[in-house]
């Protein structure tokens, strides 16, 4: 999951714990460095006192040899010119004396202190002659890490449910409108995922009872429709007008317009086509065409789907060139990378700026459009249900010529 939420809380935790650590160490190491200085400070104090200036020589070398004994060490003393004065031991060379705390390949240190009186004493203790340091960053490091491992399960199950609510919502913003989510827990997740669960449950309702409102008006309609019809002959006794013919036809548009509105309420209940066979869209195309009076020119293509809904597509297609477009109109049957292509072309005046896919809406009309002009209706509404049904694409272009030009991309048939 791109920019997954899971990453981004892990890692802000591990960041968090990371900066933790480091500051505890730092004021550890700091907090050892004041205890170090202190304890080297009172040594120093020690060794002055046990070997005071002046002291005869005799006593400064059984001093020396006391200490030695009591703190396992070799010990040397030296003069402010460099003269041996008393050592215990095996002697610690001059030239080793000045480089303080220097670790020797035995693994033993040099401890150097110069007296206030210009003398240097210097021991190697066989065992560390100072309170152990050890690096609390690796102690830290250690807690961190458990800390991290443990919070790992804990962040993952929060993020998991998450994600579960946003695959849910997608499938739901696809289309897939009985989709629900599961409910786990009493959290704030938990009750994201069940208020989306009723809204969810509550719009499907409402769409369902719109779509069948819509389809049991329409399908009531075309019962006085056709009485209608039917009175409008009978009461002219065969002579027609033109008053007759203008009601013919309005009664012509009104009866195809009910017939679309059945058709998408029907493509709006079904999940897969009831009849799928192979269809020869150039053939299809062209028949449609001889009817239409369009242009159609391709190569054949074959596609899987149901032929009276693609009749309905191109027939359409068609007619919306006609309606909207302008002459010549003519329909082309290509293959693109294996798809089968369609493509209706008008030379009218386009598709006014800005209208984008909203020319596919049901009933759109663009901005400043008269009512006598009217809008796009169904007709290109249903072309785009019925490709999508077929697993095809639809979209229109510009052409450099002028006019409007739809393209319908089925997928290639295995």
């Given at each position: 999951?791109?920019?997954?939420?899971?990453v981004?809380?892990?890692?802000?935790?591990?960041?968090?714990?990371?900066?933790?650590?480091?500051?505890?160490?730092?004021?550890?190491?700091?907090?050892?460095?004041?205890e170090?200085?202190?304890?080297?400070?009172r040594?120093?104090?020690?060794i002055?006192?046990?070997?005071?200036?002046?002291?005869?020589?005799?006593l400064?070398?059984?001093?020396?040899?006391?200490?030695?004994?009591a703190?396992d060490?070799?010990?040397?003393?030296?003069?402010?010119?460099?003269?041996?004065?008393?050592?215990?031991?095996?002697?610690i060379p001059?030239?080793?004396?000045?480089?303080?705390?220097?670790?020797?390949?035995?693994?033993?240190?040099?401890?150097?202190?110069?007296?206030p009186?210009?003398?240097?004493?210097?021991a190697?203790?066989?065992?560390?002659?100072?309170?152990?340091?050890?690096?609390?960053?690796?102690y830290?490091v250690?807690?961190?890490g458990?800390i991290?491992?443990?919070?790992?399960?804990?962040?993952?199950?929060?993020?998991?449910?998450?994600?579960a609510?946003?695959?849910?919502?997608?499938?739901?913003?696809?289309?897939?409108?009985?989709?629900?989510?599961?409910?786990?827990g009493?959290?704030?997740?938990?009750?994201?995922?069940?208020?989306?669960?009723?809204?969810?449950?509550q719009?499907?309702?409402?769409?369902?009872?719109?779509?069948?409102?819509?389809?049991?008006?329409?399908?009531?309609?075309?019962?006085?429709?056709?009485?209608?019809?039917?009175?409008?002959?009978?009461?002219?006794?065969?002579?027609?007008?033109?008053?007759?013919?203008?009601?013919?036809r309005?009664?012509?548009?009104?009866d195809?317009?009910?017939?679309e509105?059945?058709?998408?309420?029907?493509?709006?209940?079904?999940?897969k086509?009831?009849?799928?066979?192979?269809?020869?869209?150039?053939?299809?195309?062209?028949?449609?065409?001889?009817r239409?009076?369009?242009?159609?020119?391709?190569?054949?293509?074959?596609v899987?789907?149901?032929?009276?809904?693609?009749?309905?597509?191109?027939?359409?297609?068609?007619?919306?060139?006609?309606?909207?477009?302008?002459?010549?109109?003519?329909?082309?049957?290509?293959?693109?990378?294996?798809?089968?292509?369609?493509?209706?072309?008008?030379?009218?005046?386009?598709?006014?700026e800005?209208?984008?896919?909203r020319?596919?809406?049901?009933?759109?009309?663009?901005?400043?459009?008269?009512?006598?002009?009217?809008?796009?209706?169904?007709?290109?509404?249903?072309v785009?249900?019925?490709?999508?049904?077929?697993?095809?694409?639809?979209?229109?272009?510009t052409?450099?010529?002028?006019?409007?030009?739809?393209?319908?991309?089925?997928?290639?048939?295995?």
């Open positions: 999951m791109r920019n997954s939420l899971f981004k809380i892990y890692l802000t935790v591990l960041a968090s714990l990371a900066v933790v650590a480091i500051a505890s160490a730092i004021f550890v190491r700091m907090g050892q460095e004041r170090y200085a202190g304890w080297s400070g040594r120093d104090a020690f002055a006192a046990m070997l005071p200036a002046g002291s005869d020589p005799a400064l070398q059984a001093t020396v040899q006391r200490l030695s004994a703190v060490a070799d010990i040397s003393v030296y003069g402010p010119k460099g003269r041996l004065l008393a050592a215990a031991g095996r002697p001059e030239r080793e004396i000045g480089f303080h705390r220097r670790m020797h390949s035995g693994g033993r240190h040099l401890l150097v202190n110069r007296l009186d210009g003398r240097v004493v210097a190697r203790p066989r065992m560390p002659f100072s309170p152990g340091r050890r690096n609390p960053l690796a830290l250690l807690i961190a458990v991290g491992l443990a919070a790992f399960p804990v962040v993952r199950h929060l993020t998991r449910r998450l994600e609510l946003r695959q849910g919502v997608d499938r739901w913003g696809e289309g897939a409108l009985e989709t629900r989510v599961a409910v786990n009493k959290d704030e997740v938990a009750a994201v995922a069940a208020s989306f669960n009723r809204a969810a449950a719009i499907e309702r409402l769409l369902a009872a719109h779509r069948s409102l819509l389809a049991n008006a329409s399908h009531e309609l075309r019962s006085p429709l056709a009485r209608l019809r039917m009175a409008i002959d009978l009461h002219a006794d065969g002579q027609s007008g033109p008053v007759r013919d203008e009601i013919v309005d009664l012509a548009e009104l195809a317009l009910v017939e509105i059945l058709l998408a309420s029907r493509l709006d209940h079904i999940e086509l009831e009849r799928v066979e192979l269809v020869d869209l150039l053939a299809l195309t062209a028949e449609e065409g001889a239409s009076g369009v242009d159609v020119s391709g190569e054949p293509g074959v899987s789907g149901d032929p009276t809904l693609l009749t309905r597509l191109v027939r359409n297609l068609m007619q919306n060139a006609h309606r909207h477009g302008g002459p010549p109109v003519t329909a082309h049957v290509g293959t693109e990378g294996g798809s089968v292509v369609l493509k209706v072309r008008d030379h009218g005046p386009g598709l006014p800005g209208t984008g896919e020319v596919f809406e049901p009933f759109f009309r663009p901005q400043g459009r008269s009512e006598t002009a009217g809008g796009w209706g169904l007709g290109l509404s249903l785009r249900q019925i490709a999508l049904h077929h697993g095809a694409t639809v979209q229109h272009e052409p450099s010529g002028g006019g409007a030009c739809f393209v319908v991309t089925f997928p290639a048939t295995s």
